[in-house]
């Protein structure tokens, strides 16, 4: 049977003559870092002092002994490395065994009887990318940095809510295999469901030694329940499991996730097993219906049939760093997205290829995932030497992450098709290749050969086809980025896309990530510090403007302007999304921008660099909550919108209250409708509860239940909001000593938005609510933990609401 050793201990780090501890698998900035060469390029301006890191070459070193592949016990002993980061010269024993020149690949040398000094010597990124640039030209891209040129992860070179950190270094595991006869080389399930019965086709390749050449060897899989066994032919067999009135595996919120282990063991005919392969699978179906219709082209998601409004966020890679980031780092993350509703995640094409873990984690949650192949924001070359080694990449990844049921779409790039139409590329490129070819020939060849049962997209956005804009909210996927960078929020509500892939607003992260990325420093919106950790352009200019729209922008109260612009981030974003949900099944699905941060940053992400909750994920949990009630302005009055996502029919009895400012109330009603499962009900509010909008006083309130909807006719600044009064008591959890407390918040006035920053008491602390709105006499209690400050006083003055002073 195969031996597999880790070689995780005994690396060095040449550096200045002389070698440092490295941690494999890691990157040569964390262990710099942990030898106190570099100081954290998280903290103040550091980054820019690590800037040199990444422009000069490294190398790692270890020694292997003779015994470590002595073919005395095995034929062979093969130099596997799941991750080089990027361009790398490996030598063993002075002997090179090869070269890499992708971070996104699984190399594997033959090292049967070396020993010596194993070097892996890796040149800048920065080197390698120019060289390949030299070779085959210029390309546009957005960014002034070379990484279309080199395949590695792209925002490593920065990005507009990233630090540039162009990372070296033995980046995923590395060990030796030892084995004898023949081996498993790939490994492919096929899964598919007929008629209750789920069907596993598992297409093997199979490489043998030189002494096992001819020999006779089968395969034995079992799923299930179920075994069977087929002979190798050649190098290859197929060997097919049927599993009746097979369990089927849902997104969350649609069904169970039901996982059945898959083994596959390769064997000599009669003989001992030699090889082993087992990972989890589920059954179930997806397809995207692209229909035509009298709207346009639709791009709907249909899992067992079921058609599905998505749900989703954005993911890039949770750290700058992605050696640091841990199974129980990415289960973290991906609960708090459970926790937003989330039912889909994206994984950017700008990032990487994340670990086998996160995708572990959301086959277990329900959590769909949409694969990004990783090509971001620019033209890429068709030329070799990246051709190859994009067609090798895609193929290494299709394979690996084939067997997860989460993932249900391959999509080919970000932006660039949109790029190429909008961005001047193509007067620039004049003819040049700039990675059509990939998008639209070579990416979905792979596909449909190798994991043929999942969809492929070109990309997002995409329409489907030259015949329109790539960009056109009536076809396909959407990016809609013009509300941020131009115009007022309340614009998300001017279209109806087909699906909207992208769309997002900026907020800044939780005080304390900023106290502690910020040490020593006076906090204003343009201190070096805070400027130096906004990195989108004119990013402070349109967080200012987002403001400004709708409140007086304060001066010199940073506490302020942190609340408002946290806020209106929350607000912007639930705008678009309400619009959206309450179009279904025209529009059929949101992915926010973004879901999670790789660095404490101004940015537009739900969790911030620490792992804070802004305000933003509350209203996610909200948005994305299955049943959803929203207000919606419009040109005849407004409309109240009862959304219902769940697989039950909802009898929804909604209060509509038109009020004044002070908590008078003018007129009041019943609306009684039933919204059948997976519907929307959109109900025209009657004449009588429609606020004045010429008073400035007048507002409109739905509730059903703990739902609640609101609709102000004029902005915050032209609404005469009274002064929030409300009285407020702390008590501790009885039995608790870690700073448990609940918040009992009574309103005497309208209090509108009103919102605990837990981290104000203590960098560790947590609430269960984001901003609400109470009218007189309400009374909302808030769930805080891990508080170090537990008094009424500090409470109070973490509380935060509209309305003057």
Not at 300 to 315: D, K, M, S
């Amino acid at each position: 049977m195969k031996e597999v050793v880790q070689l995780t201990e005994g690396w060095n780090l040449g550096y200045e003559g002389s070698a440092l501890p490295a941690q494999v698998p890691g990157c040569v900035h964390t262990d710099l870092l942990a030898a106190g060469a570099i100081e954290d390029p998280f903290l103040g301006l550091n980054e820019r002092d690590a800037a040199w890191v990444g422009r000069r070459a490294w190398t790692y070193s270890r020694g292997i002994e003779s015994s470590e592949t002595s073919a005395e016990r095995y034929e062979r002993t093969d130099l596997v490395f799941e991750g080089l980061d990027t361009a790398a010269v490996i030598t063993l024993g002075g002997r090179e065994l090869g070269r890499t020149r992708n971070m996104h690949r699984t190399y594997r040398f033959d090292v049967t009887g070396l020993d010596g000094d194993l070097n892996v010597e890796f040149a800048s990124a920065y080197d390698e990318a120019n060289r390949v640039r030299t070779m085959i030209g210029d390309r546009p891209n957005v960014y002034p940095e070379p990484f279309q040129y080199i395949r590695k992860m792209a925002c490593s070179f920065g990005w507009d809510w990233g630090p540039t950190l162009v990372t070296a270094g033995i980046w995923r595991p590395v060990r030796l295999e030892r084995w004898s006869t023949a081996r498993l080389a790939e490994v492919r399930p096929v899964v598919t469901v007929v008629d209750g019965t789920g069907r596993v086709e598992v297409r093997v390749d199979i490489e043998r030694s030189e002494r096992g050449a001819g020999r006779p060897l089968e395969i034995h899989g079992s799923v299930g329940g179920v075994e069977a066994t087929a002979e190798v032919d050649g190098d290859q067999a197929v060997l097919t499991l049927e599993v009746p009135d097979a369990a089927l595996w849902w997104p969350r919120g649609y069904g169970e996730q039901p996982l059945y282990e898959l083994e596959v063991t390769l064997g000599e005919a009669g003989g001992g097993p030699l090889d082993s392969w087992h990972r989890r699978i589920g059954f179930r179906t997806v397809e995207i219906d692209r229909s035509a219709d009298e709207l346009g082209t639709g791009f709907t998601l249909v899992v067992n049939g079921v058609r599905i409004f998505a749900r989703g966020v954005n993911w890039i890679p949770d750290d700058v760093f992605p050696s640091r980031i841990t199974p129980e780092r990415y289960r973290t993350r991906l609960s708090q997205a459970v926790d937003a509703n989330v039912d889909l995640v994206r994984i950017w094409g700008g990032g990487i290829y994340e670990d086998r873990a996160f995708y572990d984690i959301c086959d277990e949650l329900g959590l769909m995932v949409w694969q990004d192949f990783l090509f971001a924001c620019a033209a890429y070359p068709e030329e070799q030497p990246l051709r190859g080694e994009v067609e090798a990449e895609a193929r290494d990844n299709v394979v690996r992450l084939m067997p997860h049921p989460s993932l249900i779409l391959w999509n080919g790039n970000n932006e660039n098709l949109w790029g190429f139409r909008d961005w001047d590329w193509e007067p620039a490129l004049d003819g040049d290749s700039w990675g059509e070819g990939y998008y639209l020939g070579v990416l979905p060849r792979v596909v449909a050969e190798l994991d043929p049962t999942r969809p492929y997209t070109a990309g997002s956005p995409w329409s489907g086809s030259w015949d329109h804009h790539p960009n056109d909210p009536a076809h396909g996927t959407y990016h809609s980025w013009e509300v941020w960078n131009r115009q007022d929020y309340a614009e998300y509500r001017e279209n109806v896309p087909r699906f909207v892939s992208e769309f997002g607003w900026q907020g800044p992260p939780a005080l304390a990530t900023l106290r502690r990325a910020l040490p020593g420093e006076r906090l204003a919106p343009d201190s070096p510090g805070m400027l130096h950790h906004q990195k989108a352009e004119d990013g402070n200019g349109k967080l200012h403007r987002g403001v400004a729209r709708h409140f007086p922008l304060p001066e010199d109260d940073f506490d302020r302007w942190h609340y408002l612009t946290q806020l209106v981030q929350a607000r912007a974003v639930a705008a678009g999304i309400e619009h959206w949900r309450s179009h279904w099944p025209v529009c059929a699905g949101t992915v926010v921008w973004q879901l999670n941060d790789c660095w404490p940053v101004s940015s537009w992400a739900a969790i911030d660099g620490d792992g804070r909750l802004k305000p933003l994920h509350h209203e996610l949990r909200r948005v994305y909550a299955d049943r959803l009630l929203t207000l919606h302005p419009g040109a005849d009055g407004p409309t109240v919108a009862v959304i219902n996502q769940a697989a039950e029919p909802w009898e929804a009895s909604v209060t509509l209250r038109r009020m004044r400012a002070d908590g008078t109330v003018v007129a009041e009603g019943v609306v009684d409708v039933v919204v059948g499962a997976r519907s929307v009900h959109r109900h025209a509010v009657p004449r009588e509860m429609v606020p004045d909008a010429t008073s400035g006083k007048e507002f409109l309130v739905a509730d059903e239940g703990d739902l609640r909807a609101l609709h102000f006719p004029v902005t915050d600044k032209d609404f005469a909001y009274p002064a929030p009064d409300y009285d407020v008591t702390v008590a501790s959890v009885t039995g608790s000593d870690d700073g448990s407390l609940d918040v009992v918040v009574t309103a005497r006035t309208l209090v509108r938005d009103l919102l605990l920053q837990p981290d104000r008491l203590g960098p560790a602390a947590t609430c269960d609510t984001g901003p609400r709105t109470l009218l007189p006499g309400e009374r909302l209690r808030l769930k805080v933990r891990g508080a170090e400050e537990t008094g009424a006083n500090a409470v109070r003055a973490a509380l935060f609401s509209v309305g003057p002073a």
